[in-house]
């Protein structure tokens, strides 16, 4: 169910490959104001042609996503079935020089710079949650072709030896 009610603990579960563990992080519902320009700033459209800087198009998620961001749970999860996740006692998602930390100003983990620990060195959770909070929906049926470019320069292709 598509719950209506705007709210900034909105759970989004990582699984970070690196160590095999998944993540839980929180994000606030965006605005509609905040998807216009996360979609203005993320690429540019001319007619049905689109210009996409993927390297631009990632800070501009790292951005948005750090501003929507509002926290993350202590523990890393396990799924429990039905789609549904559970902390795991004593196994913390996120620390900083061998010592957990907490974005929970209730915990005796809590730091205050912990977005920007999690921007500066989780920064694909972060950008991750932009992708999927400003992603929206989509149809199932498809749509009309948009064609992408890119300002890289075409490569051409290797000569056989």
């Given at each position: 169910m598509l719950d209506l009610k705007k709210t900034d603990r909105n759970?989004?579960?990582?699984?970070?490959?690196?160590?095999?563990?998944?993540?839980?992080?929180?994000?606030?519902?965006?605005?509609?104001s905040q998807v216009v320009r996360y979609?203005?700033?993320?690429?540019?459209?001319?007619?049905?042609?689109?210009?996409?800087?993927?390297?631009?198009?990632?800070?501009?998620?790292?951005?948005?996503?750090?501003?929507?961001?509002?926290?993350?749970d202590e523990m890393?999860?396990?799924e429990n079935g039905g789609g549904t996740y559970v902390p795991i006692?004593?196994?913390?998602?996120?620390g900083f020089d061998g010592k957990p930390i907490s974005s929970d100003p209730a915990s005796p983990n809590y730091r205050e710079d912990w977005k920007e620990l999690l921007k500066d060195t989780a920064h694909s959770h972060v950008a991750l949650v932009a992708r999927v909070a400003f992603g929206g929906?989509?149809?199932?049926?498809?749509?009309?072709?948009?064609?992408f470019e890119t300002d890289a320069e075409e490569v051409p292709p290797l000569a056989k030896s």
């Open positions: 759970r989004l579960v990582i699984f970070e490959e690196s160590v095999g563990e998944r993540k839980g992080v929180y994000y606030a519902t965006p605005t509609a979609n203005r700033e993320s690429m540019k459209k001319k007619g049905n042609k689109v210009s996409f800087d993927p390297g631009e198009a990632y800070m501009v998620a790292l951005r948005f996503g750090s501003e929507i961001l509002t926290g993350f890393n999860l396990r006692d004593g196994d913390y998602a996120y929906a989509r149809t199932e049926q498809g749509g009309e072709e948009i064609v």
